[in-house]
């Protein structure tokens, strides 16, 4: 039978881990993300989880375990924070490139400097090139993230029959390793053989958002959930503006736009649940009915096209071919894992409104908490 808990994002990825029956884990401490190993070990030391613990000796390691056990047909899962996932770079695009289905939890903290703990989210959005399906959460039921990771909420624990149902024991296709079938894993090759290998992932990608989709429907059958496969929409019926942002700061703007609504403000969020495989036309076709965008950007991309974060060169390039453009502009807002405070989601639908009657935006990015709202 299910029931509810109220637990942290660790503890509730832990559970899920638990109840997806994996075969091997393999942990290495940094924080935020740790308690969901220490939550493991103890799991599997009580008898709990039938699972192979093994401690790496730093997140490389914990990377190269889990990509040998699931090249041998393991479920598996490992998990990291901040440098730690900068640390193990050198693998994602291996695994990846294998096909191999390796379960990585990340809990987002700031890179150094300044190596604070807080939920910025530039260690995974570094790795966002690397092959691997990507999505962020909003709070522990979604379980995922620093602030989620850390601050308990209410979970629904599935029955364990549902987890069975929606996640059969993992069956392993051709790549497995077998002594009795020799394959290569990872072998040099020509430069001229190079081109036909990235075919062949990009090619792959193509068909991930149709997986997504039924995956979805089907968990939200099982679990009788309603998410939704690429966007979360909060208010946004009659809105002539969004925010349009990932992770937990979400639980804050929901509020705010309620707060906002209640003054006659007629604006609305958007949350994306992932980053890639983006959702390019549902982008387009979503936020096109709008008069204006804010997109919130918690990481960094120093020197790029929009100076200031990733996802307002996304949110563009997917309405690049839209006849009727909303205004585009970002917010630079908990950076360093600070928190997205009420009064700036208050301060950015202000800059938003003046840019409607404007009629333009003043700018691509405003940092939050250091400028006025100038349109």
Same mark, same amino acid.
């Not at 691997?132 to 995922?144: C, D, H, K, R, V």
């Not at 009915?289 to 990481?299: D, H, L, M, R």
């Given at each position: 039978?299910?029931?509810?808990?109220?637990?942290?994002?660790?503890?509730?990825?832990?559970?899920?881990?638990?109840?997806?029956? #994996?075969?091997?884990?393999?942990? %290495?401490?940094?924080?935020?993300?740790?308690?969901?190993?220490?939550?493991?070990?103890?799991?599997?030391?009580?008898?709990? &989880?039938?699972?192979?613990?093994?401690?790496?000796?730093?997140?490389?390691?914990?990377l190269s375990v889990v990509y040998g056990a699931s090249a041998a047909?393991?479920?598996? %899962?490992?998990?990291?924070?901040?440098?730690?996932?900068?640390?193990?770079?050198?693998?994602?695009?291996?695994?990846?490139?294998?096909?191999?289905?390796?379960?990585?939890?990340?809990?987002?903290?700031?890179?150094?400097?300044?190596?604070?703990?807080?939920?910025?989210?530039?260690?995974?959005?570094?790795? *966002?090139?690397?092959?691997? /399906?990507?999505?962020?959460?909003?709070?522990?039921?979604?379980?995922?993230?620093?602030?989620?990771?850390?601050?308990?909420?209410? #979970?629904?624990?599935?029955?364990?029959?549902? #987890?069975?149902?929606?996640?059969?024991?993992?069956?392993?296709?051709?790549?497995?390793?077998?002594?009795?079938?020799?394959?290569?894993?990872?072998?040099? =090759? *020509?430069?001229?053989?190079?081109?036909?290998?990235?075919?062949?992932?990009?090619?792959?990608?193509?068909?991930?958002?149709?997986?997504? *989709?039924?995956?979805?429907?089907? %968990?939200?059958?099982?679990?009788g959930r309603n998410y939704d496969p690429f966007l979360d929409q %909060?208010?946004?019926?009659?809105?002539?503006?969004?925010?349009?942002?990932?992770?937990?700061?979400?639980?804050?703007?929901?509020?705010?736009?309620?707060?906002? *609504?209640?003054?006659?403000?007629?604006?609305?969020?958007?949350?994306?649940?992932?980053?890639?495989?983006?959702?390019?036309?549902?982008?387009?076709?979503? &936020?096109?009915?709008?008069?204006?965008?804010?997109? =919130?950007?918690?990481?960094?991309?120093?020197?790029?096209?929009?100076?200031?974060?990733?996802?307002?060169?996304?949110?563009?390039?997917?309405?690049?071919? #839209?006849?009727?453009?909303? /205004?585009?502009t970002s917010f630079m807002a908990g950076l360093g894992g600070d928190?997205?405070? /009420?009064?700036?989601?208050?301060?950015?639908?202000?800059?938003?409104?003046?840019? /409607?009657?404007?009629?333009?935006?003043?700018?691509?990015?405003?940092?939050?908490?250091?400028?006025?709202?100038?349109?």
């Open positions: 039978m299910a029931k509810e808990m109220t637990l942290s994002g660790c503890a509730a990825a832990a559970q899920a881990v638990k109840m997806a029956k #994996v075969d091997v884990i393999c942990s %290495f401490p940094i924080r935020p993300y740790t308690a969901t190993m220490m939550e493991l070990s103890k799991m599997v030391a009580n008898g709990e &989880l039938d699972a192979e613990f093994v401690h790496g000796e730093g997140e490389h390691a914990q047909g393991a479920r598996t %899962f490992t998990g990291s924070s901040g440098v730690g996932v900068t640390y193990a770079f050198e693998t994602y695009s291996p695994i990846s490139g294998g096909r191999l289905p390796v379960q990585m939890m990340i809990a987002d903290r700031a890179l150094d400097p300044p190596g604070d703990f807080g939920s910025e989210h530039t260690d995974a959005m570094s790795a *966002r090139d690397q092959g691997w /399906l990507m999505g962020w959460s909003e709070n522990p039921q979604e379980a995922f993230g620093y602030f989620v990771s850390h601050i308990p909420g209410k #979970v629904q624990l599935p029955d364990q029959a549902q #987890v069975d149902e929606f996640l059969p024991p993992y069956r392993p296709g051709a790549h497995v390793l077998d002594p009795r079938k020799p394959v290569s894993h990872g072998p040099q =090759i *020509r430069p001229d053989q190079g081109a036909i290998m990235d075919l062949q992932r990009a090619e792959a990608f193509l068909a991930v958002p149709q997986v997504i *989709r039924e995956v979805v429907d089907s %968990f939200n059958r099982i679990f %909060f208010m946004t019926e009659d809105a002539d503006m969004v925010f349009f942002m990932q992770g937990g700061h979400a639980a804050t703007a929901r509020h705010a736009v309620r707060h906002l *609504r209640q003054k006659g403000v007629k604006v609305g969020l958007v949350k994306l649940r992932f980053v890639r495989p983006f959702p390019t036309q549902e982008v387009a076709e979503l &936020l096109s009915k709008f008069k204006a965008v804010g997109v =919130i950007e918690t990481s960094t991309s120093y020197g790029g096209s929009m100076s200031g974060g990733n996802l307002l060169a996304e949110v563009r390039a997917s309405l690049y071919d #839209v006849p009727k453009r909303p /205004l585009t928190v997205i405070p /009420l009064h700036e989601f208050y301060w950015m639908a202000e800059v938003l409104t003046k840019a /409607l009657k404007a009629g333009k935006v003043g700018k691509n990015v405003y940092w939050a908490g250091f400028e006025q709202a100038e349109a």
